[in-house]
DNA sequence: CCTCCGAAGCAAATATTTGTGCTTACGATG
DNA sequence: CATCGTAAGCACAAATATTTGCTTCGGAGG
């Protein structure tokens, strides 16, 4: 004994390994300690070696993009509560209530990380922006097919979804109650929609 | 000759280094290249010995704070225009400008890449980000001066700063023309300021 | 049950970043 | 004009991150 132990190198299949290092990923990114992402740290918090995550992901940038996608296709729930005011209103309570932990902040500024500097991937990037926002998109075009009147996606990003981002990365806490609320009755009821009874639909 | 050429040497002064350095930051921020941004790649680009660099600033947090402060207090002049609206408009006309740039672009997101992830620094940070917004404050200061009622700071930042903050990170370009007036016109006409004439003060 | 392929683990080499001791220039002060 | 303190530059050392060659496990297909 006291030899090799070779029985303690337990293996795991790659996707628990998946699994493991976006868990320390947003683990890490979240940690009141603050210590820098790096893939080492990584790594050693998800208990897999190094060399696997380097073979797998390439960059830390990489590595961030694909856990921030994996984690919010898997956290956005769709749920259709008949109305433009209720959908959206439901999307900004899942929003506010994801920010005010500490994994979902983490979430947010992980997008904002891997973001490259370089002008061409910036442009990318906008384009994956544009597609992690497909809910809102359906959203809105759920609202058109009722014969409601909904607010172009520019209005919604700077009224509802800016003020979102803004707060997460700035850990700026939302108003304690009715922020949701507060955001879409702005929205609504100021521009381009006829907020106050959903039915003067132009035809 | 030939052996030591000791008057190649040139050395400059600390705050000429202090400027290479910091436009340094900005340029590699706003290089369409994209490389990644760390302490040698910035003290080769300013043409700086990097030991001079770590012995400064220690750290990259620390430069790229150092860097948006000195340039966000330099670029940020603040015009008097005699009305809250007047001074809102001009600072958004400023900051949709700014980030038209990509030397603006590279300044917000360096603001944001600086940010620790520690939940103690993530406090200071918000702070500062208060400290940051202190023309924003004046702005509203001399505008209770005057008798007018302008909007709560938590209103200005999810309607005027925000959409500001969140196109510069993700590249997204504002629209090309009225969008200062929007943003303005949508703050001060909706919630709790009364927009059309200036003259209803509460008593 | 055997063989083969893909991926994880290990170890060691390489590259890069960060830190240190010392020297040297510049400017302030007397 | 001499001297003294500060900060930049250089060379080298230490720490850390990245890459590579090889081995070994686990599952898919025969």
Redesign the pocket.
Known sequence: MTQKQ?SA??????EE??AAVHQAVVDLLSDPAGEDL????IAQRAG?????V???W???DALLADTVTTRLERDSPLNDTGTLRGDLLAWAEASVASIRTSEGRALVRAVVLSMPNSAQAQAERAQQFQRRMHSIEQIRRRATARGENPPPLEQILDQLIAPFYIRAIFGIDPPDSGYPELLVDRLLGDGSAPGASSASAAD
């Not at 790096?38 to 740290?41: D, K, R, V």
């Open positions: 070779a190198r337990v293996r795991r299949s790659p390994v998946r790096n893939i080492p740290a897999v070696n190094h060399t696997s380097y073979r797998r390439g960059n830390l």
